[in-house]
């Protein structure tokens, strides 16, 4: 029986609600040693927002564990400050804790110390890129002390409050979407807007509730409808469940499908969104989702443009997931079809994996471990970055646009790769680019590190020849799509 990962991110105030909360995988001892270590180290200390240390170590390790992470990753969430903000030497680290947790302790250091730099162009703000492929709980304990730390962002003086979140935009929610981190993603995101365009976020937050209010009987009813037919069928779904859409993403989708340059929200425009509600399905194996979506199609009319496989087709983070949108009484709505493995990669991402894993309980010193020879660490001068890398970024460069986004692509991409990958009009009007302030030819390899600058041309410029200089099989369907194109006309089929 696997742990349930978390539906919604809870906070604990207090290590016993922290400790018997899905804890039978977990060495509770351990994690017990670290928490009375941490609350002397940070004994006294506030943050600036005034919230204790022991409550924020807390909140970190409260939703490492709810996202089934394992022993190693609740022990360094508990001690990711003693380092930098109570002084604690790293060696007794290793000496009280065991080297995997000092490795991972210490490399959230080494993140924070680098990421804290004003210009995200300086040499040690690149070395963070090359440090994070060290071990994938880095990355993922980062996230979500970036998490806890936007959402009580509201007693933070203005000025700090709005460069973290510029920080979260610009950095930890692409590296959250790149992990398959989801439903992290979703909560740094619309807290970031919140605090970034409180005004534009208080007139989609207005119109979405305008829209609920409106539509909650027929939303309720849909769920319902669809029940009904899966019974009918003797489909048995996992789970049946609603979701809304993110005050972020809503507004991300009316700046690139509906808003024209210039022109001020209102609640017609927003009502062209046709996703705010979507109805997740999610069943027990991919022969299932298939034959759901045939049922979906075959008693709702749906729109053929709005409709992605990314069963058969996943998006570059590995998310996975049918998608369709379908008229009701009125409404639009999207159903979501998908298996519970590719649910919880959607949300939690690697951390899913791990949970999948841990499926009894461990023996006192046993480890799910993701890195290579870690009793290495200690002795840096014997081994290069390649000894730490783990799969996932096995095949990954990262590079950044001239704003200081980062972006991930697969080693070997190209500029028209990238352009793509920042928007498919970018792509398509590609005429040239500039790394590190220097033209080169569209077949040019990307490296880690690079600045990518895209010159556009007025019109596009599209041609079948760029397919044998890209890399990415989705750069590729873009391209030959737009060399297809006719004009988009949403087609209504019933």
Not at 186 to 210: N, Q
Not at 348 to 366: C, E
Not at 437 to 456: A, C, F, H, P
Request: glycine share 4%; proline share 3%.
């Amino acid at each position: 029986m696997q742990p349930n990962l978390l539906t919604k991110i809870e906070n604990y105030k207090s290590f016993e609600k922290l400790i018997n909360k899905q804890t039978r995988y977990l060495d509770t001892k351990l994690i017990d040693k670290a928490y009375k270590f941490a609350k002397e180290a940070h004994y006294g200390q506030t943050r600036i927002s005034g919230e204790s240390y022991e409550s924020h170590f807390l909140n970190v390790a409260a939703i490492v564990v709810q996202l089934g992470l394992d022993t190693t990753s609740v022990t360094a969430a508990l001690l990711h400050d003693v380092v930098e903000k109570a002084n604690v030497d790293i060696n007794k680290i290793d000496r009280v804790f065991g080297t995997e947790v000092a490795f991972i302790v210490d490399g959230l250091t080494q993140i924070r110390k680098a990421t804290e730099q004003k210009d995200v162009q300086d040499e040690n703000f690149k070395h963070f890129l090359l440090s994070t492929t060290e071990d994938i709980r880095i990355l993922i304990i980062r996230i979500v002390e970036k998490t806890d730390n936007v959402v009580n962002l509201s007693k933070v003086p203005e000025d700090i409050r709005v460069k973290a979140a510029k920080k979260i935009m610009n950095l930890y929610s692409p590296l959250a979407e790149y992990l398959g981190l989801g439903y992290l993603q979703k909560t740094m995101e619309d807290a970031a807007f919140k605090v970034l365009y409180p005004d534009i976020y208080s007139k989609i937050m207005l119109f979405s509730e305008k829209f609920f209010s409106r539509s909650q009987d027929t939303t309720d009813q849909f769920l319902e409808k669809i029940g009904t037919i899966l019974k009918k069928y003797s489909i048995q779904p996992l789970e049946l469940q609603g979701r809304r859409k993110g005050m972020w993403s809503t507004y991300k989708k009316l700046k690139k499908r509906y808003l024209k340059p210039g022109e001020e929200l209102n609640e017609e425009t927003f009502s062209m969104i046709k996703d705010l509600f979507a109805a997740r399905v999610i069943l027990n194996n991919i022969e299932e989702c298939y034959t759901v979506l045939g049922l979906m199609h075959s008693n709702f009319a749906f729109l053929q443009n709005d409709f992605d496989d990314y069963i058969a087709n996943p998006k570059e983070n590995g998310y996975r997931s049918i998608q369709t949108i379908v008229s009701y009484e009125g409404f639009y709505f999207e159903v979501q079809i998908r298996t519970k493995e590719m649910h919880d990669y959607n949300e939690f991402g690697p951390a899913s994996h791990i949970a999948y894993k841990l499926n009894g309980p461990v023996n006192v010193g046993s480890t799910l471990t993701w890195t290579k020879d870690l009793v290495k660490w200690k002795k840096t001068s014997e081994v290069t970055k390649e000894d730490f890398k783990i799969k996932l970024f096995a095949n990954s460069i990262f590079v950044f646009t001239p704003k200081g986004l980062l972006i991930r692509l697969e080693k070997g991409a190209t500029p028209i790769d990238f352009a793509f990958r920042i928007h498919s009009d970018i792509g398509e009007r590609y005429s040239g680019a500039k790394i590190n302030n220097k033209m080169v030819s569209k077949d040019y390899i990307l490296n880690t590190g690079d600045t990518v600058e895209i010159i556009i041309s007025a019109k596009p410029t599209v041609n079948e020849s760029w397919l044998k200089t890209v890399k990415s099989v989705v750069t590729k369907a873009k391209i030959r799509k737009l060399l297809a194109k006719k004009l988009p006309g949403e087609t209504f089929v019933k």
